[in-house]
């Protein structure tokens, strides 16, 4: 079955960002001249996502409002003659067809995705975490589809990642199938590293079946009394197969202030508008 349904929990507070997202969603962002969810919204469409639906909550209605049609900003820059920046707006309302719907409670990532059931119905879906913003050839998401398409079961993004950084991750523990492709047989949450299965990391993108919806109704809250997702796809996995695919490409964790940093840097890099300026700039600064 084609997954054309995706998932964006954009419900949490962004508290590592403060005070710049008091006001503002962290997932609105700028990345150069782009908001951060909306690179990872290009990547689902791109990958052959037809419908989103963002999970949202309080102080999240800047990213409905990006999402939308704005007939006065619209009509101002066609008054102006501004026809490629009219068309850049016009290109973000046109590209995908968005529903909302509201976590009312701040209770954990498993229960934002459970919010989407209705939403989702007997489908398998994709999840997508705005905090990563993935730079490659062919996007993160299309690379697990093709995994799933391939293998028939749900799929987890996986990164390798220096074992002295892997408590900052869930990690699992699998057998390998193929070269990106893995069976997961056990996944971590958070491990000290002297207890972690593996350096491979479960990164911020997923399609999951829709059975994961059964086993998040009866979850019991994990880690920070949060109904967590991670537990909810261990008990998957065993009743089911799990697959891992270990991406190709460049990950930023633009949850993290480093992170944003040094994407920022890397993505003005590849803009061809003001790389060189931009470049000498650094070379400066670094002297």
Do not use: W
Not at 50 to 70: C, N
Not at 138 to 160: I, M, N, W
Not at 190 to 196: D, I, S, V, Y
Not at 261 to 270: N, P, Q
Request: proline share 4%.
């Amino acid at each position: 079955m084609k997954v054309k349904k995706a998932v964006f929990p954009v419900a949490g507070l962004g508290t590592r960002f403060l005070p710049a997202t008091k006001s503002s969603p962290k997932e609105m962002l700028p990345l150069i001249d782009k908001p951060l969810v909306q690179y990872v919204v290009e990547e689902a469409v791109a990958s052959g996502i037809e419908q989103i639906l963002f999970v949202t909550g309080r102080g999240k209605r800047a990213i409905e409002d990006h999402f939308d049609i704005s007939v006065e900003l619209e009509t101002h820059l066609e008054e102006k003659g501004k026809s490629t920046t009219l068309q850049a707006v016009r290109d973000i309302s046109d590209m995908v067809d968005i529903f909302y719907t509201r976590q009312k409670k701040a209770l954990g990532l498993g229960h934002a995705i459970l919010c989407a059931k209705d939403f989702i119905g007997d489908e398998p879906f994709a999840v997508l975490l705005g905090d990563d913003i993935i730079d490659s050839d062919q996007p993160c998401l299309r690379q697990l589809l093709d995994t799933f398409d391939a293998y028939h079961g749900s799929v987890l993004a996986l990164e390798k990642v220096p074992m002295e950084n892997i408590s900052s991750y869930g990690c699992v523990r699998a057998n390998t199938l193929s070269e990106r492709v893995y069976e997961v047989l056990d996944m971590v949450e958070k491990p000290r590293r002297e207890e972690a299965p593996s350096d491979m990391a479960i990164i911020g993108r997923y399609v999951l079946t829709p059975r994961i919806f059964g086993i998040l109704e009866r979850q019991e809250p994990g880690m920070g009394g949060e109904i967590q997702l991670t537990d909810a796809i261990l008990k998957l996995s065993k009743e089911e197969k799990v697959y891992g695919c270990l991406f190709e490409g460049l990950r930023h964790d633009c949850g993290d202030k480093l992170g944003f940093l040094k994407a920022t840097v890397d993505m003005a890099l590849k803009r061809t508008e003001f790389r060189q300026e931009f470049e000498a700039y650094l070379r400066q600064r670094l002297g």
